[in-house]
């Protein structure tokens, strides 16, 4: 089965611009996520949706941060303004419905802030 | 606040030997562990996992153990070899909740 696909894979950008990052879960997985994974730390979840809904994203810095994922497949993550500490590895996952089901990883958007 | 740790953050090890990756965290309520293996470049890619109703699991080279009383955790990989040079990171959850990761453990297995 194919795998989640996130793209652009790297993108640069000048701090106080915006940018967006694009994921593309396992077909037929209901629940998708979102990390940041800042270097030399583990991946922390921004938010996460069931379906077209969302579950938790108490850790969403939503002044600047925004999510969506429309019709329960597609997702895109935004940021706007960007600061230089969101300079980090933008993570998409997915995992069937149920608990304890094991997430699955694209690849990440390296986003760097100059 | 740190509720899952990887206190080594990197580890050596010859090919064929074991390698063990150590994992301790403060939530007693997490009930359901899991190991993530990352190469360069690449996102996590599941390993393994274990429910707090066990205390081992098994996957071919791959073995994790559950400690509940010292909430530790910990992966064994017998033997060893150089495609297993990655980072490992452990990651816990509560049922139902989101799953919160330790920092990684880096292993180099020389040939």
Redesign the interface.
């Given at each position: 089965e194919a795998g989640v696909a996130q793209s652009p894979r790297y993108k640069i950008i000048e701090k106080r611009q915006s940018v967006a990052f694009w994921c593309n879960p396992i077909s037929g997985h209901a629940t998708l996520y979102w990390y940041q994974q800042i270097l030399g730390q583990g991946p922390k979840l921004l938010i996460q949706f069931q379906n077209n809904g969302v579950v938790d994203d108490s850790q969403l810095p939503k002044d600047r941060f925004s999510a969506e994922r429309l019709k329960g497949v597609d997702s895109t993550l935004k940021i706007q303004p960007a600061k230089l500490e969101d300079s980090a590895v933008y993570l998409c996952a997915s995992s069937q419905q149920g608990y304890n089901q094991p997430q699955h990883f694209g690849d990440g958007t390296r986003l760097s802030i100059l | 606040d740190q509720q899952?740790k990887q206190n080594s953050p990197s580890l050596s090890v010859q090919e064929g030997r074991i390698s063990i990756l150590n994992c301790d965290y403060t939530n007693s309520m997490f009930d359901?562990f899991?190991w993530?293996k990352k190469y360069p470049?690449?996102?996590?890619?599941?390993l393994i996992?274990i429910?707090s109703i066990k205390d081992k699991n098994e996957d071919g080279r791959f073995t994790v153990f559950l400690n509940k009383s010292a909430k530790h955790l910990s992966l064994h990989i017998v033997p060893s070899q150089p495609g297993d040079s990655a980072v490992y990171?452990c990651?816990a959850?509560v049922?139902?909740g989101?799953?919160i990761?330790?920092?990684?453990t880096t292993l180099q297995v020389k040939p």
């Open positions: - | 899952v359901y899991l993530y470049a690449e996102g996590p890619t599941f996992s429910s990171f990651a959850s049922t139902g989101k799953l990761f330790g920092q990684g």
